[in-house]
């Protein structure tokens, strides 16, 4: 069975998933957490589900450059900047570096959606 | 043998038998029986006209606004007939003219960009249509009885609840619109299967034509993108109907829970419909700049990631309701990285631009650049309404009504113009006038500045929106009549451009001839007008812009060289290939011409129009309608001749009729299925969400027997079981077995389903009493209905093994029927957990 | 028809320009936002104008490339040039919302204000804790910290004072806060933002910022029942009052029966700017014309039209009204 072509479809767009499992994460997080007020962290503090979320943004951006690392060495594998030689690796190179550079949009995602962490109160 | 005009085609027409095979196999049908016609360029054509029909009335609408606003105090309109009219400007736009124009021009174009000679489901694309025609028709006329809906094209609760609306606008709404998202559904999944599995050999994912990976996210982002709606309003007319309290904030509703399901559509929607646009432009711009696409990967990357990030923006229309600050800031994240594939776009288009000799300023050009220059500045006015202490401010005022003016406008208006004066010519043969095409442009371009630039000011000056009046002396007053100036000044260009795409050019236009624009994509590979089966020959492809790098393609595919060159058995027929790589696969035998689904959306019309009036037994007789074109509609399914190879020319032969999770009819399923489970995902959101917002009110634990629960549970997983077993034996080729499987699992399945109700029964649960308990019964009739549908398809496969037309080798509607009842068997599992489990573990 | 209404005349207030504009801020919260506004339109203006130009420069351009290779071009411009800009705006914009938001303290003034088809309640906290009902005005103490809770009796509407602060939904089942300082005197006017039915256009109200002691002095006037009229003309009106059964709807405190709460409370209605909810000057002829035809005035307002009454009796009633400073 091959729906889509596991290695390369999907993993063209793992890393906006880990974005999305990222943001989806750190919206229930608070969305629970202040609608049953068990965690009140102020301004620049740490309280429980902020530093909860910050962990969670340290797996997420270390699991994107995880797949930054698989996607550069299949890049690699397919000759980097050399122009394609044939068909195959032209499709080879396009894929893997769909995939690079969709990782690097949810890197900067990430990052920015746990900016708020830093300096907001969790609930106010 | 080369076709530089019509006449060479009629003559080839004499010389050549293949031609002429492909020719009278792909005749539409004469007379009043045109209507039966499926090809997707006729009911492409339809739904241009259609869109554009739709535009139009809408704008009419937009200019009664500006002339009711172009003076303070006006009592031109009366504030009744107002927020009617603005409702319907907005409701009329977004579903009935931006997301089916983007349809329409999909359906038309992608499979000849593609060299396919239709889309999967050529059926399917024309219930669409007329779903879409009649349902959208259904809407307008409330307008003429002056029972529009008048709550907003967003709806929200509770001013269009049963309390504060009782009247049928909103009905018309919920369930017009609610048709309307049938025909969006039954696009967007022929649209990715066409693009995924009927592209021409050698045409690998990176050779695509970069409009076609636009319309695939397009795709993709329909099926995900519109479940929370169909799911927001399906609760909403069932509140109306039966006053099930889900938006009842007396009841344990919550009004802001249909702002979270609206915007969890409403958002991705405005992507939904700048994607295609951006991929218009991302196809017209290197045509007239004379060079490829510049970073092809980069564009796709923009497109994948803006497909994505949409789905994170959804509560930035909600900055103002009370939720937490932090809440807030994690959506304008989204927001502000969503501006980074936008980016990359324009400076994709710009880089294009420059790499080519220079740009020819023709029509569709015009319109491009003109769709940037607004687009930006709608983009950046983005990112000021994506800042949570901005948006405070500008939240509901005019600033609002400019940007995303701005940003529908130059991604999704302009880009409609230019690819309507590029691709006409493959309707009609000739060429839009340029001399109309730049002042149609001109006053579209200058008018829609003036009339919205202003608009800006208006908003911070304190102007709220869906006003229909305003007090002299506020510092309103010129602004606005500013705007309405700039308003019709657009309505003249408009008028311009309809006056050269209906009439004129047709009659006066230059003929277009061999590809006029000198395009590298295959849609002008040949003579325009195009014709039905969009090629001669099915060709092979070595590059993105084949036309641009084999200048002689064009003239072997109407020679015939590649595959599929003839019809001697006078079947439509196309090509199927492999999702990546793009190697022939198999030869689809397409439906013919008929009366089913016209018949289906008349029943499908019929029974959303009647539900409106709440005539619930005429719904049920027009259901059966519908049902039984349906099944007339699928009775041909899965050809299987015999040998079961074809001859598709070039010495090699393929299959006709194969099994297994990689056909287009499995994809359908499953896509389908996709889209239902993200609707089903969203009432589990749903009954979350409630649980959070509740202070005194906590999801009631049923208690009933637990026995109703386990048996349900347990004759759920046992119908599974046996529907297993039942495709199981069919691959064995025992029919008994076929049979049974399906006759023991239905009352199996049945008794499950009784099961879950009955255990809300006896826990003495009452749909009406509080949001929850409308929650479970929601959960209840999902799995219900789809206990109904599933047995309507075991009849229906049961008939067909019966008249012979299941076989171990002919199993695929086996296949789907059984995927469909393990979906059906998981969606009860997941109901009694949220019922039964999910109350007791919180 | 002599008290029918064609436009609108003036408050109580030397010009109508800017009193409900976000350019003039009259609050800490509203000076903070329109600095952030202004400097990202000025960033935004800038990022434009350079892209336009790129654009052109393209258009003109014979090299057939850009300054730089494709990918280099798109990359810089199209990727990281925005990631780096938006994230410093990102950190600006959190930054910026954790000031607005931040939590009113001990001695602010606490006000209730409950949106309704198509008017204000509003209550303000009294120095005891008591609840002084009034209706569709607001006033204000200047350099001291404002909570305001909303909630609506009906549909969602939203209350925005663009001087003073954003908007916040008024929701039912929802009670949200905000919270803001004035820091100038002046009339200002707020509207309803959020579309909440056929009037939503004619949901207004005006906000009066004074001195801290033309406030508590405000204050405790409301407090206060209504004066009991003098004049015969005054008595005659509130006779009218009670006649017309206007108290099912209206409460004015002091007034036996005058209980209704379907309407604005209207104890001291006569010391308000507006009437008909922010949309018509509160003058004594403005009075009587609202009372003869309200649903000329404001179309499907849930106040009938009193067109029987003689102009004697409606005279005499808006007299009154106005009488109730």
């Given at each position: 069975?091959?729906?889509?072509?596991?290695?390369?479809?999907?993993?063209?767009?793992?890393?906006?998933?880990?974005?999305?499992?990222?943001?989806?994460?750190?919206?229930?997080?608070?969305?629970?957490?202040?609608?049953?007020?068990?965690?009140?962290?102020?301004?620049?503090?740490?309280?429980?589900?902020?530093?909860?979320?910050?962990?969670?943004?340290?797996?997420?951006?270390?699991?994107?450059?995880?797949?930054?690392?698989?996607?550069?060495?299949?890049?690699?594998?397919?000759?980097?900047?050399?122009?394609?030689?044939?068909?195959?690796?032209?499709?080879?190179?396009?894929?893997?570096?769909?995939?690079?550079?969709?990782?690097?949009?949810?890197?900067?995602?990430?990052?920015?959606?746990?900016?708020?962490?830093?300096?907001?109160?969790?609930?106010? | 043998?080369?076709?530089?005009?019509?006449?060479?085609?009629?003559?080839?027409?004499?010389?050549?038998?293949?031609?002429?095979?492909?020719?009278?196999?792909?005749?539409?049908?004469?007379?009043?029986?045109?209507?039966?016609?499926?090809?997707?360029?006729?009911?492409?054509?339809?739904?241009?006209?259609?869109?554009?029909?739709?535009?139009?009335?809408?704008?009419?609408?937009?200019?009664?606004?500006?002339?009711?606003?172009?003076?303070?105090?006006?009592?031109?309109?009366?504030?009744?007939?107002?927020?009617?009219?603005?409702?319907?400007?907005?409701?009329?736009?977004?579903?009935?003219?931006?997301?089916?124009?983007?349809?329409?021009?999909?359906?038309?174009?992608?499979?000849?960009?593609?060299?396919?000679?239709?889309?999967?489901?050529?059926?399917?694309?024309?219930?669409?249509?007329?779903?879409?025609?009649?349902?959208?028709?259904?809407?307008?006329?409330?307008?003429?009885?002056?029972?529009?809906?008048?709550?907003?094209?967003?709806?929200?609760?509770?001013?269009?609840?049963?309390?504060?609306?009782?009247?049928?606008?909103?009905?018309?709404?919920?369930l017009g619109i609610g048709f309307i998202e049938v025909a969006a559904i039954a696009a967007s999944i022929e649209l990715i299967i066409g693009i995924l599995k009927f592209r021409p050999p050698g045409m690998s994912m990176d050779r695509m034509p970069i409009f076609a990976w636009y319309m695939l996210v397009f795709g993709f982002m329909i099926l995900l993108g519109f479940p929370p709606l169909v799911l927001g309003d399906i609760l909403l007319e069932v509140e109306r109907a039966f006053d099930w309290p889900f938006y009842d904030a007396d009841r344990g509703g919550d009004p802001l829970l249909?702002?979270?399901?609206?915007?969890?559509?409403?958002?991705?929607?405005?992507?939904?419909?700048?994607?295609?646009?951006?991929?218009?432009?991302?196809?017209?711009?290197?045509?007239?700049?004379?060079?490829?696409?510049?970073?092809?990967?980069?564009?796709?990357?923009?497109?994948?990631?803006?497909?994505?990030?949409?789905?994170?923006?959804?509560?930035?229309?909600?900055?103002?309701?009370?939720?937490?600050?932090?809440?807030?800031?994690?959506?304008?994240?989204?927001?502000?990285?969503?501006?980074?594939?936008?980016?990359?776009?324009?400076?994709?288009?710009?880089?294009?631009?420059?790499?080519?000799?220079?740009?020819?300023?023709?029509?569709?050009?015009?319109?491009?650049?003109?769709?940037?220059?607004?687009?930006?500045?709608?983009?950046?006015?983005?990112?000021?309404?994506?800042?949570?202490?901005?948006?405070?401010?500008?939240?509901?005022?005019?600033?609002?009504?400019?940007?995303?003016?701005?940003?529908?406008?130059?991604?999704?208006?302009?880009?409609?113009?230019?690819?309507?004066?590029?691709?006409?010519?493959?309707?009609?043969?000739?060429?839009?006038?340029?001399?109309?095409?730049?002042?149609?442009?001109?006053?579209?371009?200058?008018?829609?500045?003036?009339?919205?630039?202003?608009?800006?000011?208006?908003?911070?000056?304190?102007?709220?929106?869906?006003?229909?009046?305003?007090?002299?002396?506020?510092?309103?007053?010129?602004?606005?009549?500013?705007?309405?100036?700039?308003?019709?000044?657009?309505?003249?260009?408009?008028?311009?451009?309809?006056?050269?795409?209906?009439?004129?050019?047709?009659?006066?236009?230059?003929?277009?001839?061999?590809?006029?624009?000198?395009?590298?994509?295959?849609?002008?590979?040949?003579?325009?007008?195009?014709?039905?089966?969009?090629?001669?020959?099915?060709?092979?492809?070595?590059?993105?812009?084949?036309?641009?790098?084999?200048?002689?393609?064009?003239?072997?595919?109407?020679?015939?060289?590649?595959?599929?060159?003839?019809?001697?058995?006078?079947?439509?027929?196309?090509?199927?290939?492999?999702?990546?790589?793009?190697?022939?696969?198999?030869?689809?035998?397409?439906?013919?011409?008929?009366?089913?689904?016209?018949?289906?959306?008349?029943?499908?019309?019929?029974?959303?129009?009647?539900?409106?009036?709440?005539?619930?037994?005429?719904?049920?007789?027009?259901?059966?309608?519908?049902?039984?074109?349906?099944?007339?509609?699928?009775?041909?399914?899965?050809?299987?001749?015999?040998?079961?190879?074809?001859?598709?020319?070039?010495?090699?032969?393929?299959?006709?009729?194969?099994?297994?999770?990689?056909?287009?009819?499995?994809?359908?399923?499953?896509?389908?299925?996709?889209?239902?489970?993200?609707?089903?995902?969203?009432?589990?959101?749903?009954?979350?969400?409630?649980?959070?917002?509740?202070?005194?009110?906590?999801?009631?634990?049923?208690?009933?027997?637990?026995?109703?629960?386990?048996?349900?549970?347990?004759?759920?997983?046992?119908?599974?079981?046996?529907?297993?077993?039942?495709?199981?034996?069919?691959?064995?080729?025992?029919?008994?077995?076929?049979?049974?499987?399906?006759?023991?699992?239905?009352?199996?399945?049945?008794?499950?389903?009784?099961?879950?109700?009955?255990?809300?029964?006896?826990?003495?649960?009452?749909?009406?009493?509080?949001?929850?308990?409308?929650?479970?019964?929601?959960?209840?009739?999902?799995?219900?209905?789809?206990?109904?549908?599933?047995?309507?398809?075991?009849?229906?496969?049961?008939?067909?093994?019966?008249?012979?037309?299941?076989?171990?080798?002919?199993?695929?509607?086996?296949?789907?029927?059984?995927?469909?009842?393990?979906?059906?068997?998981?969606?009860?599992?997941?109901?009694?957990?949220?019922?039964?489990?999910?109350?007791?573990?919180? | 028809?002599?008290?029918?209404?064609?436009?609108?005349?003036?408050?109580?207030?030397?010009?109508?320009?800017?009193?409900?504009?976000?350019?003039?801020?009259?609050?800490?919260?509203?000076?903070?936002?329109?600095?952030?506004?202004?400097?990202?339109?000025?960033?935004?203006?800038?990022?434009?104008?350079?892209?336009?130009?790129?654009?052109?420069?393209?258009?003109?351009?014979?090299?057939?490339?850009?300054?730089?290779?494709?990918?280099?071009?798109?990359?810089?411009?199209?990727?990281?040039?925005?990631?780096?800009?938006?994230?410093?705006?990102?950190?600006?914009?959190?930054?910026?919302?954790?000031?607005?938001?931040?939590?009113?303290?001990?001695?602010?003034?606490?006000?209730?204000?409950?949106?309704?088809?198509?008017?204000?309640?509003?209550?303000?906290?009294?120095?005891?804790?008591?609840?002084?009902?009034?209706?569709?005005?607001?006033?204000?103490?200047?350099?001291?910290?404002?909570?305001?809770?909303?909630?609506?009796?009906?549909?969602?509407?939203?209350?925005?004072?663009?001087?003073?602060?954003?908007?916040?939904?008024?929701?039912?089942?929802?009670?949200?806060?905000?919270?803001?300082?004035?820091?100038?005197?002046?009339?200002?006017?707020?509207?309803?933002?959020?579309?909440?039915?056929?009037?939503?256009?004619?949901?207004?109200?005006?906000?009066?910022?004074?001195?801290?002691?033309?406030?508590?002095?405000?204050?405790?006037?409301?407090?206060?029942?209504?004066?009991?009229?003098?004049?015969?003309?005054?008595?005659?009106?509130?006779?009218?009052?009670?006649?017309?059964?206007?108290?099912?709807?209206?409460?004015?405190?002091?007034?036996?029966?005058?209980?209704?709460?379907?309407?604005?409370?209207?104890?001291?209605?006569?010391?308000?700017?507006?009437?008909?909810?922010?949309?018509?000057?509160?003058?004594?002829?403005?009075?009587?014309?609202?009372?003869?035809?309200?649903?000329?005035?404001?179309?499907?307002?849930?106040?009938?039209?009193?067109?029987?009454?003689?102009?004697?009796?409606?005279?005499?009633?808006?007299?009154?009204?106005?009488?109730?400073?």
């Amino acid at each position: 069975m091959n729906v889509i072509d596991r290695d390369s479809l999907v993993g063209m767009v793992a890393g906006p998933l880990v974005w999305g499992a990222h943001f989806l994460t750190c919206y229930i997080a608070i969305a629970v957490a202040c609608a049953f007020e068990f965690e009140t962290g102020g301004p620049g503090e740490w309280g429980t589900v902020k530093t909860i979320l910050l962990a969670v943004t340290g797996i997420a951006l270390a699991l994107i450059a995880v797949l930054i690392l698989l996607a550069w060495h299949r890049w690699m594998q397919a000759g980097g900047f050399e122009k394609p030689r044939d068909s195959t690796q032209a499709r080879h190179q396009f894929m893997a570096v769909g995939g690079l550079l969709l990782c690097f949009l949810s890197v900067v995602a990430v990052i920015y959606a746990a900016v708020p962490l830093f300096f907001l109160p969790a609930c106010q | 043998m080369t076709f530089r005009s019509a006449r060479d085609l009629e003559e080839a027409d004499r010389r050549d038998p293949g031609l002429r095979q492909l020719r009278s196999t792909w005749a539409p049908p004469k007379g009043f029986a045109r209507l039966k016609e499926i090809n997707n360029t006729f009911i492409g054509m339809l739904y241009v006209l259609t869109g554009i029909f739709f535009f139009v009335v809408a704008g009419i609408l937009a200019a009664l606004i500006r002339a009711q606003l172009a003076v303070p105090e006006n009592d031109l309109i009366s504030a009744d007939w107002y927020n009617q009219i603005f409702t319907m400007h907005g409701t009329t736009m977004m579903f009935l003219f931006a997301v089916p124009m983007m349809e329409a021009i999909a359906i038309f174009v992608i499979p000849q960009l593609l060299g396919a000679r239709d889309l999967p489901f050529p059926r399917v694309s024309a219930y669409g249509y007329w779903a879409y025609l009649l349902g959208g028709l259904m809407v307008l006329t409330s307008l003429l009885f002056k029972v529009a809906p008048d709550g907003g094209w967003f709806m929200y609760v509770p001013l269009t609840g049963p309390e504060y609306s009782p009247g049928y606008g909103p009905d018309f709404w919920l369930l017009g619109i609610g048709f309307i998202e049938v025909a969006a559904i039954a696009a967007s999944i022929e649209l990715i299967i066409g693009i995924l599995k009927f592209r021409p050999p050698g045409m690998s994912m990176d050779r695509m034509p970069i409009f076609a990976w636009y319309m695939l996210v397009f795709g993709f982002m329909i099926l995900l993108g519109f479940p929370p709606l169909v799911l927001g309003d399906i609760l909403l007319e069932v509140e109306r109907a039966f006053d099930w309290p889900f938006y009842d904030a007396d009841r344990g509703g919550d009004p802001l829970l249909w702002q979270h399901l609206f915007w969890l559509f409403g958002h991705p929607e405005v992507y939904i419909i700048f994607l295609p646009g951006a991929g218009v432009l991302s196809t017209v711009i290197p045509v007239f700049a004379r060079a490829p696409l510049a970073g092809y990967v980069w564009v796709v990357l923009a497109a994948v990631g803006t497909g994505f990030l949409s789905f994170g923006l959804w509560v930035h229309h909600m900055y103002t309701t009370g939720i937490p600050v932090m809440s807030l800031s994690f959506f304008s994240a989204a927001s502000l990285a969503v501006a980074i594939p936008s980016g990359i776009q324009v400076f994709a288009w710009i880089a294009t631009i420059w790499s080519g000799p220079g740009v020819l300023f023709r029509a569709p050009m015009l319109y491009a650049l003109g769709a940037i220059f607004i687009f930006v500045a709608g983009g950046l006015t983005g990112v000021m309404v994506a800042l949570v202490p901005v948006d405070f401010q500008v939240h509901d005022t005019y600033f609002v009504v400019a940007h995303f003016h701005y940003v529908l406008f130059g991604g999704a208006v302009m880009p409609v113009f230019a690819a309507l004066h590029y691709w006409t010519p493959l309707v009609t043969g000739r060429l839009m006038s340029e001399t109309l095409g730049r002042w149609s442009f001109g006053l579209i371009f200058l008018g829609f500045n003036v009339a919205f630039f202003p608009m800006h000011l208006t908003g911070l000056r304190g102007m709220p929106r869906r006003v229909y009046t305003y007090p002299a002396d506020l510092g309103w007053d010129w602004l606005n009549m500013i705007s309405s100036i700039g308003a019709y000044m657009v309505a003249a260009g408009v008028a311009v451009f309809l006056w050269d795409w209906l009439y004129w050019h047709r009659k006066h236009g230059q003929v277009a001839g061999y590809n006029p624009w000198n395009a590298g994509t295959l849609e002008w590979h040949s003579v325009t007008p195009s014709t039905n089966f969009s090629m001669r020959s099915v060709p092979i492809v070595s590059s993105t812009y084949p036309l641009w790098d084999e200048p002689e393609l064009g003239d072997r595919v109407d020679r015939g060289e590649f595959y599929l060159p003839d019809s001697p058995d006078e079947r439509r027929k196309t090509l199927r290939t492999g999702s990546v790589m793009g190697e022939p696969r198999q030869v689809i035998f397409l439906p013919h011409p008929a009366w089913s689904p016209i018949i289906a959306a008349i029943g499908t019309a019929t029974f959303f129009g009647l539900a409106i009036f709440k005539l619930w037994w005429l719904c049920a007789a027009a259901a059966l309608v519908i049902i039984i074109a349906g099944i007339i509609w699928m009775w041909d399914a899965e050809p299987l001749p015999a040998p079961n190879r074809y001859d598709v020319g070039r010495g090699e032969t393929l299959p006709v009729h194969i099994n297994g999770a990689d056909t287009h009819g499995f994809w359908a399923m499953a896509l389908l299925l996709i889209f239902d489970a993200a609707a089903f995902v969203s009432l589990i959101f749903s009954a979350l969400f409630l649980w959070t917002v509740n202070r005194d009110l906590s999801p009631p634990v049923p208690e009933a027997e637990p026995g109703w629960a386990l048996a349900a549970a347990g004759l759920a997983v046992l119908a599974s079981v046996f529907f297993r077993l039942g495709a199981f034996a069919n691959r064995r080729g025992s029919m008994i077995g076929l049979v049974l499987g399906p006759l023991a699992g239905l009352p199996a399945m049945f008794a499950s389903g009784g099961a879950l109700m009955g255990s809300l029964f006896d826990a003495g649960i009452s749909p009406t009493e509080n949001a929850f308990s409308a929650v479970y019964w929601t959960f209840a009739g999902w799995t219900g209905f789809h206990i109904g549908v599933g047995t309507i398809f075991i009849f229906y496969t049961l008939a067909r093994a019966l008249a012979g037309k299941v076989t171990p080798e002919r199993r695929q509607s086996v296949m789907n029927v059984e995927l469909f009842w393990h979906f059906t068997t998981g969606l009860a599992l997941v109901s009694l957990i949220m019922i039964h489990l999910w109350p007791r573990v919180i | 028809m002599g008290w029918q209404i064609t436009s609108q005349s003036n408050p109580r207030y030397d010009s109508m320009q800017g009193i409900q504009s976000v350019f003039e801020p009259r609050s800490i919260q509203a000076d903070a936002i329109l600095a952030l506004s202004n400097w990202v339109f000025a960033a935004g203006s800038l990022i434009f104008v350079l892209v336009m130009a790129l654009l052109a420069w393209a258009i003109i351009s014979r090299r057939r490339h850009p300054p730089l290779r494709n990918t280099v071009f798109i990359a810089i411009g199209g990727f990281a040039f925005p990631a780096v800009t938006l994230s410093i705006l990102m950190v600006f914009t959190v930054l910026v919302s954790l000031h607005i938001t931040s939590p009113a303290g001990e001695n602010a003034v606490r006000i209730h204000v409950t949106g309704h088809m198509w008017w204000w309640e509003v209550q303000y906290e009294g120095p005891d804790g008591e609840r002084i009902e009034t209706a569709n005005e607001l006033h204000l103490p200047i350099d001291r910290p404002v909570s305001i809770t909303v909630t609506s009796e009906d549909v969602i509407h939203s209350f925005w004072i663009p001087s003073l602060a954003g908007k916040v939904d008024m929701i039912p089942g929802h009670v949200n806060e905000i919270t803001f300082t004035p820091t100038e005197a002046g009339v200002m006017r707020g509207q309803c933002a959020e579309y909440c039915g056929l009037q939503h256009a004619k949901m207004a109200f005006y906000v009066v910022v004074e001195p801290a002691e033309q406030f508590d002095q405000w204050l405790e006037e409301q407090a206060q029942p209504a004066v009991e009229p003098v004049p015969d003309l005054l008595k005659a009106g509130q006779q009218a009052f009670v006649d017309q059964g206007c108290g099912s709807c209206h409460a004015v405190r002091g007034l036996p029966g005058a209980v209704g709460q379907i309407g604005p409370d209207l104890t001291h209605v006569g010391s308000r700017l507006s009437i008909g909810a922010g949309w018509l000057d509160g003058s004594v002829g403005n009075l009587a014309g609202w009372i003869a035809s309200s649903q000329h005035i404001k179309p499907g307002n849930r106040m009938p039209s009193f067109d029987r009454l003689d102009g004697k009796t409606l005279r005499a009633l808006a007299a009154w009204l106005e009488s109730l400073e």
